[in-house]
């Protein structure tokens, strides 16, 4: 088990099948002690309570299920369905597959999915092309995000070219068989720096012709600098996350995964990146692509750290990239992310509707489906721009008047005229973990109560409850009584206490799982579902072992910053083991001028840009471009001083020193107690911590997380 390819197959579909496969391992052994729920995918897991169903029931009636628009909408101009339901991966895997998806049309409701994510699930399950207005069309359903072609003069100007090359492959040949009257594509366009707006590049230019300046490719201002660096200093941390956030662990199913809100999951084939050649850097730029008028509007921090909207003058269309979609979006990311800000993220939506809104025919976005007519623009325009601030003004309204960061989610609700506009449901974001986030972003994690500000861990307050509450049995009787009375937030309380003092009570772990899984089911929102659902499968199988395909990019860690490098140098250094270690290096990488000071002292390893230290332990010089070998994984950093890559003066022996306190990260730590590495036969913990062998001073980064 190489635990990078795990990190590796983390946020792609190829996790599934290592999950369906280990799960089948240790299922099997388990069904014939229990009697499992028929079409249930876990032999542990039960039925939506009649609890859960009232829920459900409540929530459907209060949904604007009369307004039909979004159906609608969704389904004009298609002018070809995608009939071959997966696409495969040239690594001989499955890059993308909608059979599974398929279950979601075969019933108008399920007793274990909330209305309202039945219905953005449904309507994800587009497939195919479709006209946007003549000119213009987008490929849905072959990935998180849409393709968009653009006609330009000579060719198709291509907007946002999704995760992964295989995937674009199958959208360009779809739409050359219809529409693309075989022209080049002619310019790229990235909206913005998260990965499923670029991932697929290399399906459809070369980059021999962006480096030439044949064929634009056009991005927005420090687009290189935020594709990586978003994902890098947290990104094992984030890649465990993504586990409960996107439940890759999770089988389509009724009673599990059922789409992510945006689109259906994140596809699993070749990732790559090539750098843009032109970077729109005013705020407002407008210029000509391939003989097509375009405005520009740069909206930096808003969904993305730098992302922009575009204008069609010619054409009276809006492309909001991903500012504007058919759901609430996302100002906490639960797989982990700097807080997102509302309000600039408002203010340029109303700038869009003000400067394109008014006379826009038509809206287009990389998620979703688009708005035709101007009052429809108009009020989608007016009602996100009314969602984010109000959630900005109002939850800083209730935390002037003293609510915290630990009761928002039950105090702020989204106004009732915006609930119940479709576009404004929680399908990415949710009202209650956006709202916690706005707090988080003006004043952080700490509700001012003393006790949570250096509290216990919790597995060391926990042993204090358990023997003040009488002890596991007199829990597990009250944690029972409040989960058959449907008050599942009540139980997972207590029983989540029980479970972090006891991590082997397996009925401790299985009430929590059933808890879990009750509150999945009655979730609008997938990231909220997903974590609930992963949480309970994780309580009843543990964290599964295995190995995954292998899909790594060099062209993203080729768009890491040395700087960035370095720091992640310092991050996957463990200080405790640095402890005396002292030394000072200058670093040079002569082709691209830069230069470094990186010094270990204090048991910390820091570097500065732009210095060199007048008398050095060691001066390392390297081109970048034989830097990225290393940074790779494809040359050692020894064999490049070896073989004169490298130039070393000084004291070689710090380099090894170095190398060996650096840590591999793994993404496999557990995060509910007891769940680490059960073997399925006999329950016993395993030891799971192979140790990777890699390159101590390999970039572990492969590509910036989609969403
Ligand atoms: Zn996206």
């Known amino acids: 088990m190489n635990r990078r390819e795990l990190i590796q197959s983390a946020p792609t579909a190829a996790a599934f099948a290592v999950a369906g496969d280990l799960f089948l391992e240790s299922g099997a052994a388990r069904a014939q002690q229990i009697d499992p729920l028929r079409g249930h995918f876990h032999p542990k897991g039960k039925a939506p309570s009649t609890h859960t169903l009232e829920v459900l029931r409540q929530a459907k009636a209060g949904l604007p299920f009369a307004d039909t628009r979004d159906f609608e909408e969704q389904a004009k101009g298609l002018i070809a369905s995608m009939t071959e339901m997966t696409i495969p991966a040239d690594a001989g895997h499955v890059a993308w597959d909608m059979e599974r998806f398929r279950f979601l049309d075969q019933q108008d409701e399920f007793d274990s999915i909330h209305p309202s994510l039945h219905r953005i699930s449904r309507l994800n399950n587009n497939y ?151 970077l729109v850097t005013e705020p407002i730029e407008e210029f000509e692509v391939d003989g097509v008028r375009m405005i520009f509007q740069n909206t930096p921090n808003t969904e993305a750290p730098r992302e922009m909207n575009t204008y069609f003058p010619d054409m009276k269309a809006l492309w909001m990239a991903e500012n504007v979609i058919a759901s609430l979006h996302n100002i906490y990311t639960l797989r982990g992310a700097q807080v997102r800000d509302p309000l600039a993220w408002s203010k340029y939506i ?15 976005a990389s998620h979703h489906w688009p708005r035709w007519g101007n009052d429809r623009i108009q009020d989608v325009l007016r009602g996100q721009r009314d969602l984010y601030a109000n959630m900005n003004n109002q939850v800083l309204h209730l935390a002037n008047q003293g609510v915290t960061i630990n009761q928002i989610h039950n105090v702020y609700e989204v106004p009732k ?146 700087e960035l490098f370095l720091n992640f140098l310092g991050i996957r250094m463990d200080g405790r083991k640095a402890e005396g270690m002292r030394f000072t290096m200058n670093l040079v990488t002569p082709d691209n001028g830069e230069k470094f000071i990186v010094e270990l002292d204090n048991a910390t390893l820091t570097n500065i840009k732009g210095f060199q230290a007048a008398n050095p332990d060691l001066t390392l010089t390297i081109n970048r471009a034989d830097l990225e070998q290393t940074m790779m994984g494809a040359k050692t950093l020894d064999a490049q001083i070896a073989d004169g890559t490298a130039k070393a003066v000084g004291n070689v022996g710090i380099l090894k020193r170095l190398a060996a306190i650096m840590v591999d990260f793994d993404p496999r730590f557990e995060i509910m107690p007891g769940t680490k590495a059960r073997t399925a036969d006999t329950g016993a913990f395993v030891e799971t911590g192979v140790p990777d062998k890699g390159d101590p001073y390999q970039a572990v980064p492969r590509q910036s997380i989609a969403e």
């Open 128 to 278: 195919g092309l479709y006209e946007v207005i003549p000119g213009i069309y987008q490929v849905r359903g072959f990935d998180l995000s849409d393709i968009t072609f653009v006609r330009g003069k000579t060719g198709w100007i291509v907007f946002d070219p999704l995760v992964s090359a295989e995937p674009v492959r199958a959208a360009w040949a779809l739409f050359q068989k219809h529409v693309g009257q075989g022209l080049p594509v002619s310019a790229v366009i990235y909206s913005h720096t998260h990965g499923d707006h670029w991932g697929g590049v290399r399906a459809i230019v070369e980059e021999a012709d962006v480096r030439s300046g044949k064929i634009p490719l056009i991005a927005p201002f420090d687009f290189m600098d935020f594709t990586v660096s978003e994902n890098v200093y947290a990104g094992n941390a984030m890649n465990r996350r993504l586990f409960y956030q996107y439940g890759l662990l999770l089988p389509a199913a009724p009673h599990g995964y059922v789409g992510q809100g945006l689109g259906q999951a994140v596809s699993a084939g070749a990732t790559g990146l090539i750098a843009p050649n032109r």
């Open 417 to 562: 005229g915006l609930q119940e506009k479709w576009y404004c449901r929680g399908y990415h974001g949710s009202p209650q973990h956006n709202a916690r986030g706005v707090i988080q972003r003006y004043l952080g994690f700490w509700d001012c109560n003393p006790t949570t500000l250096i509290p216990l861990s919790p597995a060391d307050s926990a042993p204090l409850y358990v023997e003040m509450m009488g002890g596991a049995a007199k829990i597990l009787a009250r944690g029972r009584d409040l989960h058959d009375a449907g008050k599942y937030l009540l139980a997972t309380e207590i029983v989540n206490k029980l479970v972090e003092a006891e991590p082997q009570n397996t009925e401790a772990a299985e009430l929590l799982a059933d808890s879990f899984e009750q509150l999945g089911y009655q979730q609008e929102n997938p990231g909220l579902r997903n974590s609930f659902l992963a949480a309970a499968y994780e309580l009843r199988t543990g964290i599964p072992q295995g190995n995954a395909a292998s899909s790594s990019s060099p062209d993203v860690i080729r768009a890491m910053s040395t």
């Open 350 to 364: 109303a700038d869009a509707l003000y400067r394109f809104g008014l006379e826009a025919e038509v809206m287009f």
